[in-house]
């Protein structure tokens, strides 16, 4: 997929959440979706380092060699 291949998608937010997105968005003076963009790029490092259920399996040999 190319870096201008764009998809609608719907998304939903809390109120709170979405007023202090819609906030920064005028601060900035851009769109909701390049804030949203912008927080995944910056937030998506710090997420891949909390483990996902399927890396605590006790069962699986494998993933106690990962």
Same mark, same amino acid.
């Given at each position: ?7 609608? #998608? ?7 959440? &979405?007023?202090? $997105? ?5 601060? @900035? /003076? ?7 963009? #912008? ?7 710090? &997420?891949?380092? $909390? ?5 605590? @399996? /006790? ?8």
């Amino acid at each position: 997929m190319s870096a201008n291949d764009a998809r609608k #998608q719907s998304l939903y937010f809390p109120e709170d959440m &979405l007023n202090e $997105i819609q906030q920064q968005a005028q601060r @900035l /003076d851009r769109s909701l979706s390049w804030v949203v963009q #912008q927080a995944w790029k910056i937030s998506k490092i710090e &997420l891949k380092k $909390i483990p996902s259920p399927n890396d605590m @399996l /006790d069962d699986d040999p494998a993933a106690a060699r990962r």
